[in-house]
């Protein structure tokens, strides 16, 4: 038996390519603003970009950026056989990026009162990494 099956039919965990230059960056300080602008696709300095923001009380403006970090999220996992449903977990560092922005959006949307976003995006990152909501949460 495979390590990770779903051992109800459902579909494989879909693990990102990794992407160390941006990550890299990040990881030694460098301004994700520029990260974002250097690396468009990269759902890591979105989200550290929605997180900076949240935190000095721009929360549209994070709103913003965590979406942006979840739409280039989507697409990534899209290119790597995701269907729309199954798990993408924490546990791969390369998904993180992703799902930190899908918890960044889901955070931003509560606090502009947006309840159904809210829901469905904290829902979503349930579904995609029970880790992440723990640890995210």
């Known amino acids: 038996m495979a390590i990770h099956q779903d051992l109800l039919g459902g579909p494989p965990p879909t693990h990102l390519p990794d992407d160390p230059e941006p990550r890299e960056l990040l990881a ?3 301004d994700p603003s ?12 979105w ?5 900076a923001a949240f935190e000095r009380g721009s929360v549209v403006e994070s709103y913003a950026y965590a979406r942006t970090g979840y739409h280039r999220g989507l697409d990534a996992l899209r290119r790597s056989g995701w269907k729309g449903h199954g798990p993408v977990p924490w546990e791969h560092e390369p998904n993180r990026g992703f799902l930190r922005a899908l918890h960044a ?3 931003a949307a ?4 947006e309840q159904e ?3 469905r995006c904290a ?3 349930r579904d995609s990494s029970e880790t992440a909501a723990e640890t995210l949460g």
Request: proline share 3%; hydrophobic share 40%.
């Open 110 to 113: 509560r606090s502009i009162g």
């Open 123 to 125: 829902g979503f990152l």
């Open 28 to 30: 030694n300080g460098a």
């Open 47 to 51: 989200a550290q970009l929605a997180d």
């Open 105 to 107: 959006l889901a955070r």
């Open 117 to 119: 976003e809210y829901e």
């Open 34 to 45: 520029d990260v974002a602008a250097k690396y468009p696709t990269s759902s890591l300095a």
